[in-house]
């Protein structure tokens, strides 16, 4: 499994204690982002939107996952709304079409990762 990442645009002490609790994690600032990262992949791995809305409350959030089977998620939360949703798990899609970015496949969750999430 590779690294699950999330990204929030919020003071990295209350990043931090949002993820009490969870082994392994990884914080860094990023500008105004925090980066999270769960190197174990599978603390974060296949939770629903709603648990991610919960955890951001009112802060954007970006997560991002994918792995070497073709898995991969993403999630972009802004104002708490979701603005795009993406999941493929085994070749299956389950995605909203969202807005400002464009992933379709677990391909570009990896570039956008590297873009944007190292």
Same mark, same amino acid.
């Given at each position: 499994?590779y /690294? ?5 645009? /919020? ?21 105004? #982002? ?12 296949? #939770?629903?939107?709603? /648990? #991610? ?9 970006? =997560? /991002?996952? =994918? ?6 998620e ?11 949703? =993406? ?6 899609? +389950?995605? +909203? ?8 496949? #677990?391909?570009?969750?990896? +570039? ?7």
């Amino acid at each position: 499994m590779y /690294a699950c990442k999330v990204m929030m645009k /919020a003071p990295i002490e209350s990043v931090k204690v949002r993820f009490e609790g969870y082994e392994d994690m990884e914080f860094s600032q990023k500008g105004d #982002w925090v980066l999270a990262e769960d190197s174990s992949g599978t603390q974060l791995f296949g #939770w629903e939107v709603s /648990a #991610w809305l919960e955890l951001a409350g009112e802060d954007e959030l970006i =997560y /991002a996952y =994918y792995d070497e089977d073709g898995n991969a998620e993403f999630v972009f939360l802004q104002n708490g709304l979701c603005m795009r949703a =993406y999941q493929e798990y085994g070749g299956e899609v +389950d995605t +909203d079409e969202g807005e400002d970015i464009d992933i379709s496949s #677990w391909s570009d969750v990896a +570039d956008f990762i590297d873009e944007h999430m190292t």
